[in-house]
Nanobody
Framework: QVQLVESGGGLVQAGGSLRLACAAS????????MGWFRQAPGKERDFVAA????????NYADSVKGRFTISRDIAKNTVYLQMNSLKPEDTALYYC???????????????????WGQGTQVTVSS
């Protein structure tokens, strides 16, 4: 099993920045990629960004390209999401997820991920 714990959420004004972190523990050798997803009230959980664990390849949703940056620290088993130029529409519960397969470098679909964190709330005020 892999355990994931997110941190770094909060309340920020539009145009501001936040950095989320997700620490992985347990059988971390199984991780092939990690991703961030978000879910607003009454909406589906959407892909935000993903990173391959070994090579560092990245993939972003169009809505966050140029504003968000995903990175990882292998030594710390931690993935980060730097969020700049935040907008009210970025308000959501942000989830970290780990993919334990071996085929996709930066998967985008919720169903592809094997492990999930509890989520951290990000609220952007206008």
């Amino acid at each position: 099993q892999v355990q994931l714990v997110e941190s770094g959420g909060g309340l920020v004004q539009a145009g501001g920045s936040l950095r989320l972190a997700c620490a992985a523990s347990g059988r971390t050798f199984r991780i092939y990629a990690m991703g961030w997803f978000r879910q607003a009230p009454g909406k589906e959980r959407d892909f935000v960004a993903a990173i391959s664990w070994s090579g560092g390849s990245t993939n972003y949703a169009d809505s966050v390209k140029g504003r968000f940056t995903i990175s990882r620290d292998i030594a710390k088993n931690t993935v980060y999401l730097q969020m700049n130029s935040l907008k009210p529409e970025d308000t959501a519960l942000y989830y970290c997820a780990a993919y334990a397969g071996s085929y996709y470098n930066t998967p985008e679909k919720v169903a592809m991920y094997n492990y999930w964190g509890q989520g951290t709330q990000v609220t952007v005020s206008s």
